[in-house]
């Protein structure tokens, strides 16, 4: 036993390396720190868990109010088009006369309605509120202290708020499918060309009509985060990815600018109704998806870097 430990003692002699571990090793032992360079057992990935945020954010009033408002849209819709099936002056073209011929009609027309606007100010609200509110509570220095990687903390934040969009943009066609249903019926799919598709086969047309409005609007949730993490206002992180989807709409409208429109963020926006079509066209679905993927990718990147260097004081 005795000339074990003069071994283990004549190696360390002679190793500095060994000698620079055993000594570090007995600091940290003296001082209750692990090797993370926090007290012993703290575990970095273990703060700001996934499940304890999300449920913070779901007992949030703004949340309720958001999940009431896209659930009260399409009872709010119904009872416009029948108040205003007396009036024989009411058609607009497209599928917003066809409406009220089945529940997928009535799903399209909920979608186009509320694309222009209402989604995006879901998508600004949960990003672009991540970061902005806890400084504005003056909690962000507390979570850091904690401490919470920076990385993480962004990290984290960021999947709560894509996953409370992606259940808010879905509690909104849902709702409509159910009251088209009750209110117009299971029937067939018409097109504004005349195509008719089978229920079952709309409904399919419909999922993914949701996934490419998902994957578009990560532009606005790429846009709201870098707002968020620049402004200690919520409300400004908001407002400003808002105003940037209102401008870039109104320039979309501008046929002077004939190319161009195509590298504006919203300019394939409804590019999802083609896939209601009979024989789908993927050029502006495929077109779409790569430019709000490039668009989110790059504000996402200069999130995390302003984020990592910004200087935390609230």
Same mark, same amino acid.
């Given at each position: 036993m005795t000339e074990h430990k003069r071994d283990d003692l004549s190696d360390v002699h002679t190793d500095p390396a060994a000698l620079d571990d055993l000594t570090s090793a007995a600091q940290r032992e003296s001082l209750g720190v692990g090797t993370s360079g926090g007290v012993a057992g703290y575990d970095p990935r273990r703060t700001l868990r996934f499940g304890v945020e999300l449920r913070r954010q779901l007992g949030r009033r703004r949340t309720h109010l958001?999940?009431?408002?896209?659930?009260?849209?399409?009872?709010?819709?119904?009872?416009?088009?029948?108040?205003?099936?007396?009036?024989?002056?009411?058609?607009?073209? /497209?599928?917003?006369? @066809?409406?009220?011929?089945? *529940?997928?009609? $009535?799903?399209? #027309?909920?979608?186009?309605? +509320? /694309?222009?606007?209402? @989604?995006?100010?879901?998508? *600004?609200?949960? $990003?672009?509120? #991540?970061?902005?509110?806890? +400084?504005?509570?003056?909690? @962000?220095?507390?979570?850091?202290?904690?401490?919470?990687?920076?990385?993480?903390?962004?990290?984290?934040?960021?999947?709560?708020?894509?996953?409370?969009?992606?259940l808010t943009i879905t509690v909104l066609p849902l709702t409509a499918l159910v009251v088209g249903v009750i209110c117009y019926g299971a029937g067939d799919a018409i097109s504004p060309t005349g195509e008719a598709a089978p229920f079952w086969t709309a409904v399919v047309s419909l999922l993914m009509c949701i996934g490419y409005i998902v994957v578009h609007l990560a532009w606005i949730a790429g846009l709201a985060l870098l707002l968020s993490v620049s402004t200690d206002a919520p409300l400004g992180a908001v407002g400003g990815a808002l105003v940037a989807s209102v401008v870039s709409l109104m320039?979309?409208?501008?046929?002077?600018?004939?190319?161009?429109?195509?590298?504006?963020?919203?300019?394939?926006?409804?590019?999802?109704?083609?896939?209601?079509?009979?024989?789908?066209?993927?050029?502006?679905?495929?077109?779409?998806?790569?430019?709000?993927t490039c668009y989110a990718t790059a504000f996402c990147l200069l999130a995390g870097r302003h984020f990592a260097r910004k200087d935390i004081t609230s």
């Open positions: 958001l999940l009431g408002l896209v659930a009260l849209l399409p009872i709010v819709l119904a009872v416009a088009f029948e108040i205003g099936t007396t009036n024989a002056n009411r058609r607009q073209g /497209g599928f917003i006369d @066809l409406a009220t011929v089945s *529940a997928p009609n $009535f799903v399209v #027309v909920t979608l186009i309605v +509320a /694309g222009g606007f209402l @989604l995006p100010m879901i998508v *600004a609200l949960y $990003f672009g509120d #991540v970061i902005a509110s806890e +400084a504005s509570w003056s909690s @962000l220095k507390y979570l850091l202290t904690i401490p919470v990687p920076r990385h993480r903390l962004l990290r984290q934040k960021a999947l709560v708020a894509a996953a409370l969009s992606v320039l979309d409208q501008i046929t002077a600018l004939e190319d161009l429109r195509n590298f504006l963020p919203t300019h394939y926006a409804y590019a999802w109704t083609d896939l209601m079509a009979a024989e789908i066209n993927w050029t502006n679905i495929a077109n779409g998806a790569l430019s709000a």
